[in-house]
């Protein structure tokens, strides 16, 4: 665990590697008690150039094969694949595993409300049933004179088709705007089933069969796309139907969350299930007496990454920090216990958890991590695994050892803003509309929509990318859509709060100060994203915003993105129309027709198009350019007067 001057004289002060003071405090702690977390190592350990350019490949023993990004075309691999062809295979088998995470995760909670409406699970329910009707409605399933169970039990039917159909299109073709499928149809991207894509595109990207990078990238969009509009979706919307569809609600967040007083347990991955079964272990009587007995003042149960942010966002759970700071976390000697299950789940947190003497835990079949003790969720037992994690807590504060060092920094933000409740935010319980929305987009007070998400990493510091592209944006009347880690900066940074609007531009501010809310709406973990489609969706259909997706005044963008997920999900933007920009990195090489056909050809073909920039001024102003394109093309590129309307011409813009 001690450290060398010479390493010492390599890594970042801990200041230069975040924006979080709380994180930056237990960086410096970790050094002092010679622990090594993610920061260090990635001070140590140099990216790969080459690999970086996307100029490698090593898909046969033939190589790998390194050609030179400085001059891409002066030699191809020993199989004679080009630098184009190396890239969109690489880049394609990015999307296919990151497709693959979020459907698997989908289909494991499309299983679990197979299991409910079936009958043969009794621990967990349908609790939201107007969102069951709804997405009953949307997949064309009838309602009428129907039991809840009924219906769900077609509803999971017929999504089953989302990840094993092999023909035809999928379900949720049904929620895309009628003009974006066409485009879709047109070059023959519109998504069969999420197995049959990444089985074809992982067929494709072998060795010797697609080369043609162009073909390879359509293969990638119909991939990308069965990821947000099937297995991101059908997770979202079916969590919503089983565990509640997400309202506003306020939740702390930072390290300062965490209780000296109270036993300290951490729930960190992406799956909500486990979640919402331990927050049942921790409120039961008699684990709370157990608590006492051990002489704490009760359970503290805090959520980190992303199923901390769905349980922030239905339930106002505190929320620890992201991505960066899930080991830094445990430096603090609070945490008794750390559950996790799958995605960004980092090996290191096994070292730092002994070392700090927290009783780390992986739940998931998925998920195990050498020399970490493993206690198997079954959804049809649940409380056999949350049980234990929570006696197995109590006992380490009973027996807690060493220093207690909690952040006092927390911060207050607003949460849980969905598709759904926009829509009765903006116009009530029986005039529900993104009318007015549309209309302040149309009118010049909103320039446009952003999405920015995606993960945090160490190659940059954490979250200075995320908060001063937001600030940015909506400094200058952008209305900024945030999930998972992208989310929790912004928290922490306290702009996820009305107050915040005093630093938007002043058409924004006006907007949000009349209907009271943040210029930053949180909407949940990275799984969520597929609510800004659907948000998106709705924008059209309400009209005035042209007829498809890549008609609207939006740009997406993932400032520090790390994950094979993220790449997923910005393709699946892209291939839905939006102008999407990434931070920190890129994999690909600059002046090659594959940079092209990404960064340009894509948008001429109807779809969104790509872009990179490492500076988060540089990024807003290239998504604001985008939005003001949009405008132009719309014909909306200037403010519209202010008319006064009665009340018949109000309910006459509502009816149109």
Known sequence: MGETKELKKKLTPAHDCTTCEATAQM?????????????DRAATMKACPIGADSACCKHCSMGPCRLNAKDPYGKVGVCGATIDTIQ?????????????AHTDHGMSILHLFGEVVKGHNKDYEIKDTQKLLQVAQTLEIETDGRAYQDIGLDIYEELMKTYTQVEGEFPFAKAVPEKTLETWRKHNIVPRGAMREIMEIMHRTHMGVDQDYENIVNQCSRTALSDGWGGSMVATEISDIMFGTPRPVMAEVNMGVLKEDHVNIIVHGHEPNLFESIMISTSDATMVEAAKAAGAKGINLVGMCCSGAEMMSRHGVPHAGNFMSTEAV??????????????CIKQGLGKVADCYGTELFTTNPRCHIEGVKHIEFDEDDPMACTDEVVIKAISRFKNRKGDIQIPKNKNVGIHGFSKEYIGYMLGGSFRESYVPLNENIINGRIRGVAGVVGCTQPRTKQDYMHVELVKELIKNDVLVLQTGCSQIALAKAGLLIPEAAHLAGDGLAEVCETVGMPPILGLGSCVDNSRILTAASEMVRTGGLGHSIADLPAAGAAPEWMSEKAISIGHYFVASGVYTVFGTTFPITEGTKFHKHLFEELEEMGLGKWGFSNDPIEMAHMMIAHIDKKREQLGINKARERVLMDMADRQKLDVA
Not at 27 to 39: M, N, P, S
Not at 89 to 100: C, D, E, I, L, T
Not at 330 to 343: E, K, S
Request: proline share 0%; charged share 25%.
């Open 27 to 39: 960086i410096d702690k970790a050094r002092r008690d010679g622990v090594e977390l993610v920061f």
């Open 88 to 100: 969109a295979r690489n880049f394609a088998r990015m999307v296919a595993s990151g497709a693959a």
């Open 330 to 343: 445990l430096v603090t000697g609070a945490v008794d216990a750390m559950a996790v299950d799958v995605q």
